[in-house]
């Protein structure tokens, strides 16, 4: 089966063959058309299908497209067996991180697939019972012939399946410790790394490689780096996806944001011929200099001859031409007026001049991505005069912990009783938190009480970062967008709500800026969530004539968050930081103090977020001192977004 490919240069570093589609959706649609046309065809033929199915994030649109194809075009699983790659030990079936309970929900309680057709690794039998089991579920796989189609996703630290990096290329079905890397990025799912089971079922390599034909799937920038050292690096345990170049029929299938670390997108010109408008000149100029570590004025004729730019060095003739536009290009980008400077001629500067006194909305996915991700650029703007206020856009209170929500609730009851307020109502609230807690199952989600006290602390969080950089309190919307309010890491997909409440905070306010998050690597997508509702909100607002007057002059500019930094040659807006505003800055998100000392969501880097700001803001201005430009201690940087 084939996939029609956005980008393949003629010229291939891949050792796997490798699509590349504009979004997940789109992906995950020509993946499900494969399954579905594999079963159609076995169905014709009177034969069975057997799938290795995958669970996590990654394939959940497959699972939905397919269940789409099943109500609205008949497909039918009736012919179907699967097996399930891994699942976590301990852990019963119906305990909320089970795949048992995730495939039925994602999946197998929607289509007429037999319950006993479909096989899951058993979280529940005793240690000693496992290995037995391991044997008898390969002996099913091989008495049904096999696996026809495999899905995968991919771990960050490479593993497939639970198969960690260690893992032999003949390992076979078994019990096995879990990389600290894989539990780290589980944490969010079991309410801390505490929670996470260290041990795991998994399908082994060579059950994998045997099948006929394997699809691995990722997606987003956090996925990009691994998944090129999968498919171009060398063949190595330490990467068990890389296993995967020595199947004969395997496809990596990625969107954009994930392939971005790949020869042919990274440095298109080293594969094949390219377009070298200004975007491309930018992004090879920059990519030269830092491979060489040179400045940019340094560059020579022969640095771009000796490295397969010879066709761009004709177009400007020699190398000066090229690193003095560059350079300025760069140069062009570094303000310390985020809002514009009054008064002055901006014909090369990032942001207009007038109006000097500009309405501006920060979009803050949670309640502390402001600060952490634009803190310095969020207090300029409010010091240089502006008019600024901030949409917090979720509650963001499944990121408490337990123990802080109970310690704020301890001090409600104490507070009152010490006062002689009616505490009776506090204490019963406090009294059903405590029994709660007490028998809460890893990850059960919040009671409604519960997840109101962890949403108060954040939002009186928030407004303390507010009075720290000194905006009014008035200007602090808390949004509450209804997609967030699970009470799970899972949430619901965004609706009409959602854009509405989004369209109403911007036409009440008609902004000149607005500055929304565009961190793709955000592993648990609501930032990207966050951003599309954005995006909707103004294309239906632009398209409304009522708002002519006004829309056209809104600028919109993206912020990253604390996982990822725009790549050099992308950024349009650079605004500096010293080493006194940085501490400020500092302060600031300090005010977030549930986020502090073992955040719930603190991913794969142990750092809390004021540190991994401050590195990535010092980062960036190091960039552009190593391409010759001012030595900054800090910046932070944006991209312009035309809508």
Not at 548 to 572: N, V
Request: proline share 4%.
């Amino acid at each position: 089966m084939g996939y029609s490919s956005e980008k393949q240069g003629r010229a291939r570093f891949e050792r796997i063959p490798t699509k590349i589609y504009s979004n997940s959706s789109l992906a995950s649609i020509a993946v499900a058309k494969e399954i579905s046309e594999l079963i159609r065809e076995r169905q014709q033929d009177g034969k069975h299908v057997v799938l290795g199915l995958a669970t996590g994030s990654t394939p959940i649109k497959v699972y939905k497209e397919l269940i789409r194809l099943h109500k609205e075009e008949g497909l039918s699983f009736s012919n179907v067996y699967s097996f399930n790659l891994d699942e976590y030990y301990p852990m019963q079936p119906d305990s909320l991180q089970s795949y048992v309970r995730f495939m039925e929900e994602q999946l197998f309680n929607h289509i007429d697939i037999p319950k006993s057709n479909y096989f899951i690794p058993s979280g529940t039998l005793p240690q000693d019972e496992i290995a037995a089991f391991c044997v008898e579920y390969e002996q099913k796989i091989e008495n049904l012939g096999g696996i026809d189609f495999q899905l995968l996703g991919i771990g960050g630290n490479g593993h497939i399946g639970f198969n960690e990096p260690g893992s032999l290329q003949n390992s076979r079905t078994r019990l096995i410790t879990l990389d600290q890397v894989t539990r780290a990025a589980a944490a969010g799912e079991f309410q801390g790394i505490q929670n996470v089971p260290r041990k795991a079922v998994t399908v082994g390599v060579s059950t994998i490689m045997k099948a006929k034909r394997i699809v691995l799937m990722g997606w987003g920038e956090g996925k990009s780096k691994i998944v090129a050292t999968a498919v171009e690096g060398p063949i190595t345990d330490q990467v068990p996806a890389s296993y995967l170049q020595l199947h004969s029929n395997t496809t990596y299938v990625i969107d954009e944001s994930c392939s971005s670390e790949l020869t042919k997108i990274k440095t298109p010109w080293a594969v094949d011929s390219v377009v070298w408008d200004n975007a491309m000149t930018k992004k090879a100029v920059c990519h030269l200099a830092l491979t060489l570590d040179k400045s940019i004025l340094k560059l020579t004729n022969k640095d771009y001859n000796d490295n397969g730019m010879g066709d761009l060095l004709s177009k400007y003739g020699h190398a000066h031409d090229l690193n003095i536009d560059v350079f300025n290009q760069l140069q062009h980008t570094i303000t310390g007026w985020p809002g514009g400077k009054p008064n002055a001629d901006d014909s090369t500067r990032p942001e207009r001049a007038q109006p000097s006194k500009k309405r501006v909305i920060i979009f803050s996915p949670h309640p502390d991505d402001d600060i952490i991700s634009m803190g310095g650029t969020f207090q300029r703007l409010h010091d240089q005069g502006h008019d600024v206020h901030v949409g917090y856009q979720t509650s963001g209170n499944i990121a408490v912990a337990d123990d802080e929500a109970i310690r704020f609730a301890e001090f409600v009851v104490s507070f009152n009783s010490k006062f002689g307020f009616d505490n009776a109502d506090a204490s019963k609230i406090y009294s059903d938190i405590i029994s709660f807690v007490k028998t809460k199952k890893t990850s059960q989600i919040d009671t409604s009480a519960l997840r109101q006290i962890k949403g108060m602390m954040r939002v009186g969080e928030a407004k303390a970062t507010c009075r720290f950089v000194g905006i009014p309190e008035q200007n602090a919307h808390f949004m509450n967008l209804p997609f967030y309010e699970t009470g799970a890491v899972q949430k619901n997909p965004p609706t009409d709500k959602d854009i509405q409440i989004t369209m109403d905070l911007i036409k009440e306010i008609k902004p000149h800026q607005i500055f929304a998050a565009g961190d793709l690597a955000d592993p648990h997508g609501t930032h990207k969530v966050c951003l599309d509702v954005v995006f909707e909100a103004l294309k239906r607002l632009k398209a409304d004539p009522a708002n002519a007057d006004w829309i056209g002059d809104c600028w919109l500019w993206l912020y990253r968050g604390a996982w990822a930094e725009w790549d050099i040659h992308e950024i349009e807006m650079a605004v500096p930081m010293s080493p006194e505003q940085i501490l400020i800055k500092r302060f600031g998100v300090w005010k977030h103090q549930s986020q502090k000392d073992g955040v719930v969501f603190q991913g794969q880097d142990a750092r809390e977020f004021w540190q991994r700001a401050e590195e990535r803001n010092s980062g960036t201005a190091q960039l552009y001192n190593q391409l010759g430009l001012a030595d900054y201690a800090a910046m932070e940087a944006f991209v312009r977004w035309h809508y």
